[in-house]
């Protein structure tokens, strides 16, 4: 499939090409993910799921260890490190980039240093000394919109505009991060589906994705198993995988450089799908 944003995006030593989309697969180290017990187990566990998505087809992995969740707490600075970084070492040599889900500079350089080439900030470099971690390395990042934080966001989201105030923080902060020393190419941006936004506000932001490409840089979308999924389709969030493709594609549909995603096959047949409709050398029939 031909995306229409011919865009490259720097992560380190990877040149993602996203003249086609990527696929992003989830890899959350968090208790309630890999819940056996021991916390080796619990790395071994992430790091061979990490090696199933890539054979699954994953374009990268997008590595997390504090849960965003409406209503999840905030978990320590110590405890995502030792959550996060054994995973990230042991996923070290693989042929596909890893993202850091992290908005804690201290996590950003760690993982940075263990091995990782890009940061999935849901706060978009606002964290004092955020913008420095990511601006003293070579990586990508990709700056998220949300109203609140996972705690409170969904207790009462409003908006004069969604489209427009979401729209007006991302180029906002597109530049103050270029003015901190990050080129371009090493910037993606998310309307943040689900992060303090009721599901008109999704809905309107899925609608007009589109308008996001006007930034000039790639457009990142996370919709996997999210509750306006459930909303929508009545199921609850362990039936919500065709939801979940349906929305992947119709937000590359619309635009999206980048899908983040947990059910990496399914997505990226439904994507193989897609692109032998779109691409412009169709199979002939001799
Ligand atoms: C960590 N995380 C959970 N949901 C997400 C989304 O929609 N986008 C990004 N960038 N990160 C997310």
Redesign the pocket.
């Known amino acids: 499939m031909t995306n229409d944003c011919l865009m490259l995006l720097h992560c380190g030593k990877f040149h993602l090409d996203l003249s086609r989309p990527k696929v992003m697969g989830?890899v959350n180290v968090t208790p309630d993910s890999f819940s056996d017990g021991g916390r080796h187990l619990s790395h071994a566990a992430a790091i061979a799921h990490a090696h199933r998505l890539i054979v699954e087809g994953a374009d990268m992995l997008?590595i997390?260890g504090e849960s965003?969740r409406p209503g999840a707490a905030a978990v320590g600075e110590q405890e995502e490190l030792e959550r996060v970084l054994p995973v990230i070492e042991g996923l070290r040599d693989i042929a596909v980039p890893i993202s850091i889900?992290t908005w804690k500079p201290a996590v950003m350089r760690a993982a940075l240093a263990a091995g990782a080439s890009m940061v999935?900030?849901?706060n978009a470099l606002q964290a004092p000394d955020a913008l420095e971690a990511v601006a003293e390395s070579d990586a990508a990042v990709?700056l998220?919109h949300k109203q609140g934080n996972p705690e409170n966001m969904q207790l009462a989201p409003r908006y004069a505009d969604v489209m427009d105030e979401v729209m007006s923080f991302l180029r906002l902060r597109v530049q103050a991060v270029q003015a901190a020393g990050i080129a371009r190419e090493r910037i993606a941006i998310?309307p943040?589906?689900?992060?303090g936004k009721t599901l008109e506000h999704n809905l309107a932001l899925l609608k007009n994705l589109r308008d996001f490409a006007a930034l000039g840089v790639p457009v990142?979308?996370?919709?996997?198993r999210?509750s306006m999924l459930g909303a929508i389709t009545g199921q609850d969030v362990d039936h919500r995988q065709t939801a979940s493709v349906a929305a992947a594609l119709i937000a590359v549909q619309r635009g999206a450089a980048i899908v983040?995603v947990h059910d990496v096959r399914e997505t990226v047949d439904a994507l193989k799908v897609w692109d032998a409709v779109n691409s412009e050398n169709h199979i002939s029939h001799g």
């Open positions: 989830i997008d997390g965003t889900d999935n900030d849901i990709c998220m998310d943040g589906f689900g992060f990142l979308a996370g919709l996997s999210k983040r």
